[in-house]
């Protein structure tokens, strides 16, 4: 070994690249991280509208008389949408277990089609969660993967 390089670090060794969430981490590491959370989120609401759908379905009584009717009114209301609920979580899911896998790899098309799940569930995020948090926060989940794919096409 050469003690003259000993201990030096070779400056590609470094990041380099658009840097993400004020600096913090590089792009790449953002959409990895944001879909982790996004795919945990969409695992629970899928868990949680199966627990919900099979504690109404029940009968049991396990709250009062007028917490069981407002779960049975909820109940009603929520059955409508359950199928489409359900579906949009499971996209939801695929699309960032596709863009945590297209991280990994540098993979362009897999990070692209993770950012259009993000645009397209933005119009029942509206719906769901107001005009201002959905959006928001899906636009803020696609920021990295728009300036990742940007940056892998160009390599």
Same mark, same amino acid.
């Given at each position: 070994?050469?003690?003259? %390089?000993?201990?030096?670090?070779?400056?590609?060794?470094?990041?380099?690249?658009?840097?993400?969430?004020?600096?913090?981490?590089?792009? #790449? #590491?953002?959409?990895?991280?944001?879909?982790?959370?996004? $795919?945990?989120? %969409?695992?629970?609401?899928?868990?949680?509208?199966?627990?919900?759908?099979?504690?109404?379905?029940?009968?049991?009584?396990?709250?009062?008389?007028?917490?069981?009717? %407002?779960?049975?009114?909820? %109940? &009603?209301?929520?059955?409508?949408?359950?199928?489409?609920?359900?579906?949009?979580?499971?996209? #939801?899911?695929?699309?960032?277990? $596709?863009?945590?896998?297209?991280?990994? =790899?540098?993979?362009?098309?897999?990070?692209?089609?993770?950012?259009?799940?993000?645009?397209?569930? $933005?119009?029942?995020?509206?719906?769901?969660?107001?005009?201002?948090?959905?959006?928001?926060? &899906?636009?803020?989940? $696609?920021?990295?993967?728009?300036?990742? =794919?940007?940056?892998?096409?160009?390599?």
């Amino acid at each position: 070994m050469d003690k003259g %390089s000993y201990g030096l670090v070779h400056p590609s060794a470094f990041k380099q690249g658009h840097k993400c969430c004020g600096g913090c981490c590089d792009v #790449r #590491r953002a959409v990895i991280i944001v879909n982790i959370i996004n $795919a945990f989120v %969409s695992l629970f609401v899928i868990i949680e509208l199966i627990f919900y759908d099979q504690l109404i379905e029940s009968g049991k009584n396990v709250y009062s008389e007028d917490m069981q009717n %407002s779960l049975e009114k909820m %109940s &009603d209301q929520v059955h409508h949408m359950e199928g489409a609920l359900i579906g949009l979580m499971v996209v #939801r899911l695929f699309g960032s277990l $596709a863009g945590i896998y297209g991280g990994m =790899t540098f993979s362009w098309p897999l990070v692209a089609a993770s950012m259009g799940v993000y645009a397209l569930v $933005a119009a029942p995020d509206i719906l769901m969660f107001g005009v201002v948090g959905g959006p928001l926060l &899906d636009g803020l989940f $696609a920021y990295p993967h728009y300036y990742l =794919t940007r940056r892998s096409r160009r390599v």
